[in-house]
């Protein structure tokens, strides 16, 4: 008897954005830009293709393309679809490096900070 499989489109279930922000957290604290990549096209999917890409100003077609593992979108193009997915990039220092970077007063708000956490962050702007 032979196997019945069915397809999954991990897509399908990425419906709040507190588990879109998640996915694409989990895939900038790996590094791996096929990740990224293909982490950011599956939320693109979730909020469907075409009206991301309407949004991005790119073809439907270049998206799909681009938001692959093997894919490797613009700069331009990645920070268009977080615009139209109303989500910020935000980048903290590493700690990865053995040396925690020390900042006496933090500009513009007099703060004292001690140490920041090592993965960047997405956060929903919405």
């Known amino acids: 008897m032979a196997i019945k499989t069915l397809s999954f489109d991990p897509a399908e279930y990425l419906r709040s954005t507190e588990?879109?922000?998640?996915?694409?957290?989990?895939?900038?604290?790996?590094?791996?830009?096929?990740y990224i990549a293909n982490a950011l096209g599956t939320i693109a999917r979730?909020?469907?293709?075409?009206?991301?890409?309407?949004g991005a100003g790119v073809t439907r077609e270049a998206l799909y393309k681009s938001l692959t593992k093997s894919g490797d979108p613009k700069l331009t193009t990645f920070v268009s679809v977080?615009?139209?997915?109303?989500?910020?990039?935000?980048?903290?220092?590493?700690?990865a490096t053995g040396r925690p970077m020390k900042i006496t007063r933090a500009r513009n708000r007099g703060l004292k900070v001690g140490s920041t956490k090592n993965a960047a962050r997405v956060r929903s702007v919405a």
């Open 46 to 54: 979730a909020h469907g293709m075409s009206k991301v890409a309407r």
């Open 19 to 34: 588990d879109q922000v998640d996915l694409l957290n989990d895939a900038f604290a790996t590094g791996d830009v096929a």
């Open 82 to 95: 977080l615009r139209t997915l109303k989500l910020d990039l935000k980048a903290l220092p590493s700690i």
